[in-house]
């Protein structure tokens, strides 16, 4: 959490919000216009760079940086022995969730792999899953058995 805490402070800006309808624009237009058809897997190995960049001691911390990064509520719904369950919700979920066109969470998703690969040191990934009926995603994080 040290690390998060001192590329925060450098970021001038990091008590500001923007507006959700700016980060739509770039999340699902401009990236998904430079990305291409491989925006999902782009998306996702991006999500593992960013979290070498940010790494994070504990779940709670991870459970932070989704809050304040503005991904949305994390919560833990299931630990076994070589798999975790995340589920995440808020309101730009449930408004990304709520369009008809296709969404990725693959950033997101990344970013937990490489996290609970760092802490776990073995080889992890993710996988996301859709609830539009409850307006979730739900995040499987699995890695190798020891």
């Known amino acids: ?69 503005g991904w949305g ?11 975790y369950e995340f589920h995440l919700t808020n309101q730009m979920v449930t ?5 008809n066109e296709e969404h990725s969470f693959q950033l997101e998703a990344g970013f937990l792999a490489q996290q609970i690969q760092q802490h776990k040191n073995q080889l992890t990934e993710a996988y996301e899953q859709h609830k539009k009926r409850v307006n979730q995603v739900i995040f499987t994080v699995k890695w190798d058995k020891e």
């Open 95 to 99: 408004s990304r969730m709520k369009k």
């Open 73 to 83: 509520e994390l919560t833990i719904h299931t630990l076994k022995k070589n798999e």
């Open 1 to 69: 959490m040290k690390q998060v805490l001192s590329n925060q402070s450098n970021l001038e800006h990091s008590n500001l919000s923007v507006p959700a309808f700016g980060y739509e624009l770039i999340r699902e237009e401009v990236l998904s216009d430079l990305l291409g058809k491989n925006a999902s897997q782009l998306l996702y190995w991006a999500g593992k760079n960013l979290a070498r960049k940010y790494p994070l001691d504990s779940i709670d911390d991870i459970i932070s940086f989704f809050k304040r990064a």
